[in-house]
């Protein structure tokens, strides 16, 4: 039966791409950023994952405007990661996983959750800068991976409620899959920024630490807010916080705090990393 053991969500910002490029993980900017994930993989040690559910945002690299699924999983042997403008290097390429892949699609759709199904699919920074950071060191990956991708992009964005569900049903898929295997899922993004318009910069640390917080004990506690409530809160970005709810929705309550950090700024985001542990 597969496992899933925990969940680890972080910012996923372009910059890091370039940090880690140039060796700056011990430089004072990026120290406390890049230093608590040694905890991160002293406890990936310990779980041993062998696949990574990995739900992110894709910003235009795969989906452009023209064509933006809400929900997209990927069911390839391999995904690509390409230069997107930002000045990144692309990684090596991340293995897929098509047997978990199709297994948690037809789940999903015989639970009415009718995902876009990509054979093919490239990822962008969403996916490929917390591998990085989660498993650094370049060259082969030591899991699998299973994209799952959020339109948090281009409104009509699907509600917390709804992507706090869809965590739930991915769950279900992992636990009724027959092989063997630990699961890790990710929920890359956030928390609060705002890249254009009058309120680029903006960051609200208050919320941002109470949804730190109630990620952890009472996640249904972030499902009352309306997107636009959202978009106030935590930025037009900052909506990806909806991938940490879908991510933790996967977890059963209760679960451990293992380990967290906030730290603001990294370029214009705050950022934030929490490890919790599956309980059940
Ligand atoms: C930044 C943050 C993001 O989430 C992103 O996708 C691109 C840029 C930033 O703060 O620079
Ligand atoms: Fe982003």
Not at 13 to 41: M, T
Not at 46 to 72: E, I, R, S
Not at 173 to 187: F, H, Q, T
């Amino acid at each position: 039966m597969a496992n899933v053991v925990g969940m680890v969500t972080t910012s996923h910002i372009p910059a890091i791409g370039r940090a880690i490029a140039r060796n700056l993980q011990d430089d004072p900017y990026w120290k406390p950023f890049f230093g608590p994930f040694e905890r991160v993989h002293q406890w990936l040690a310990k779980v041993k994952p062998d696949v990574a559910v990995v739900v992110y945002n894709d910003h235009g690299l795969n989906f452009f405007l023209d064509k933006m699924p809400t929900f997209a999983i990927g069911a390839a042997p391999q995904y690509v990661n390409s230069d997107e403008g930002w000045g990144i290097p692309s990684l090596t390429p991340f293995r897929g996983d098509p047997d978990l892949s199709w297994h948690i699609i037809e789940s999903l759709v015989a639970e009415e959750f009718d995902v876009t199904t990509c054979q093919e699919m490239q990822v962008d920074h969403g996916f490929a800068l917390p591998m990085a950071l989660l498993w650094p060191g370049g060259g082969e990956w030591p899991v699998t991976t299973v994209p799952v991708s959020v339109n948090t992009v281009q409104h009509p964005l699907p509600s917390p409620t709804r992507c706090y569900k869809l965590g739930h049903a991915i769950g279900r898929a992992i636990a009724s899959y027959g092989r063997d295997l630990n699961v890790v899922v990710l929920g890359t993004g956030g928390l609060s920024h705002q890249l254009d318009g009058p309120r680029a910069g903006f960051i609200n640390k208050d919320f941002d630490l109470m949804c730190m917080e109630k990620i952890v004990s009472e996640p249904e506690a972030l499902t009352r807010y309306s997107i636009p409530e959202l978009v106030e809160l935590a930025g037009a970005q900052g909506v990806e916080l909806l991938n940490w709810l879908i991510a933790r929705g996967v977890l059963e309550s209760p679960v451990t705090r293992v380990h967290s950090n906030y730290h603001i700024p990294i370029s214009n985001t705050a950022a934030g990393m929490l490890v919790l542990e599956n309980r059940a």
